[in-house]
């Protein structure tokens, strides 16, 4: 079992910008894909980002790509959301997700990652 924490919501007015940061523990915490996953009220949980260990390849949903970006420091077990542009529809609260086994390169469904952050929220007023 990964645990996850996150830490960087808060407020930001529309065109702003906000760092998330996960943290991972465990004896699998280095393995497989990190992500993040977010959902807004009344909507699904939707997949935003998701990074490899392995190769470092990303993956982005289509409605974040050219404005969020994914990056790992491995050494600190940390992975990075920079989200610029930020628009009111990104309102929502986001999870950091992990699975040792797995390996993103497209959409993946929440049931496909096995440990879930605790979620921060993020808040993007007009």
């Known amino acids: 079992q990964v645990q996850l924490v996150e830490s960087g919501g808060g407020l930001v007015q529309s065109g702003g910008s906000l760092r998330l940061s996960c943290v991972a523990s465990?004896?699998?915490?280095?393995?497989?894909?990190i992500g993040w996953f977010r959902q807004a009220p009344g909507k699904e949980r939707e997949e935003v980002s998701c990074i490899n260990s392995s190769d470092g390849s990303t993956f982005y949903a289509d409605s974040v790509k050219g404005r969020f970006t994914i990056y790992s420091d491995n050494a600190k077990k940390t992975v990075y959301l920079q989200m610029n542009s930020l628009k009111p529809d990104d309102t929502a609260v986001y999870y950091c997700v992990q699975d040792p086994d797995l390996y993103c390169e497209g959409y993946s469904a929440s049931g496909d990652f096995h440990s879930w952050g605790q979620g921060t929220q993020v808040i993007v007023s007009s």
């Open positions: 465990g004896p699998t915490a280095g393995y497989g894909a």
